[in-house]
């Protein structure tokens, strides 16, 4: 295993951010920046060996610091959408920024953890090797409540796993949901559209969502409809189908760390990507916002890649049927996610 530090870059306000470069002998490799503890890169082998780039990102810290659609970032203190920034615990109403086109709030505000520059420090072991993030997110940022702290595990290992293991404590109630946002194509980094892979994902229901895409408070089965992903099929019909997916399936607990909550096939690479995950749910994502942004290798358009984001349900808190996502003080928040790399014929 070889891990690397070098200095990134400094951020408009000053603040020195680092990057991190973790490689195992089987050619995969990552990079991660501080800032945002951003996953900037992920390079695999395709089925004849060569190694390709399979996420969207950009070549410099200033365009991680302007708008844009959260690549590879680190998404807290409450992953995907709050309804009109307003939570209720116990008597007490919060209100947060409606930073989601002025009406919701989204992946935890403009001042979110993606845009915190996080303390690291790299660990390497015999088989693995990666970097441990943490960050204190004080009380009522972002119109939170309680202090927050949080630490990160990123890790690679020689199985061609990436590991990320999210924990946090609090002092006093507050929501909290973690996920990473990386984009993903399997073909390669500015390959074009996603429409020839293959993805199955391991649920029977999916959270139903308005035209705002804010739960309803229903969970719909998916068996006879387009959101039965339980069997491989290329996304190109589902897309033209549904206009794409941005919705949380939800997971079965026994699923945890053994059962694949996701799996992605890419047939003129090879390359696979299964997904293991503790966490309730799993937003799939077919970019169906991407328009013309510009990324290190050229432009990224609508279905250019895909998320897989895991991580607690949606506007939970305002909805007492879903399993809960408010972490009481002397609890301790613990999820993990896998992504398994491989190569099919």
């Not at 070889?2 to 020195?16: F, H, L, Q, V």
């Not at 990666?130 to 020689?158: A, F």
């Not at 996920?179 to 559209?193: K, P």
């Not at 003080?329 to 993990?336: A, F, M, Q, S, V």
Request: aromatic letters at 10%; a negative charge.
């Amino acid at each position: 295993m070889t891990i690397t530090r070098t200095p990134y870059d400094t951020t408009a306000e000053g603040e020195a951010v680092d990057q991190f470069y973790v490689a195992n002998s089987h050619g995969v490799s990552f990079r991660l920046i501080t800032y945002g503890a951003s996953l900037t890169s992920v390079k695999v082998p395709d089925k004849n060996g060569k190694i390709g780039e399979i996420t969207l990102g950009f070549d410099c810290l200033k365009r991680y610091e302007g708008p844009h659609p959260y690549f590879g970032a680190t998404v807290g203190r409450f992953a995907n959408r709050i309804a009109n920034g307003k939570f209720r615990i116990g008597n007490k109403e919060y209100q947060l920024e409606k930073n989601n086109k002025g009406i919701h709030h989204l992946h935890g505000g403009t001042g979110g953890f993606s845009r915190r520059v996080w303390e690291a420090f790299p660990i390497k072991r015999k088989n693995e090797a990666g970097v441990s993030l943490t960050l204190n997110s004080p009380d009522m940022e972002e119109g939170y409540p309680g202090s927050l702290d949080v630490r990160l595990d990123v890790m690679l290992n020689e199985s061609n796993e990436l590991s990320l293991s999210y924990e946090a404590v609090t002092d006093s109630a507050t929501p909290v949901s973690l996920t990473n946002h990386t984009y993903w194509n399997l073909a390669g980094e500015c390959s074009g559209r996603i429409d020839g892979h293959l993805v199955r994902i391991n649920s029977g229901g999916y959270v139903e969502v308005d035209e705002t895409l804010i739960p309803t408070g229903k969970v719909l089965p998916s068996a006879g409809t387009n959101f039965d992903l339980n069997e491989f099929a290329p996304l190109d019909g589902r897309i033209r189908e549904t206009g794409g997916y941005d919705h949380c399936f939800t997971l079965s607990e026994e699923n945890a760390l053994s059962i694949p909550a996701a799996e992605v096939f890419e047939p003129e690479s090879g390359r696979s990507m299964t997904v293991l995950t503790i966490s309730p749910g799993i937003q799939f994502y077919t970019g169906n916002f991407l328009e013309g942004i510009e990324t290190r290798c050229g432009h990224a358009d609508r279905h250019h890649a895909f998320c897989l984001e895991t991580e607690e349900y949606p506007d939970a808190m305002n909805h007492p049927e879903f399993p809960g996502a408010v972490l009481q003080p002397g609890e301790h928040y613990l999820r993990k996610t896998v992504y398994q790399f491989g190569v099919r014929s």
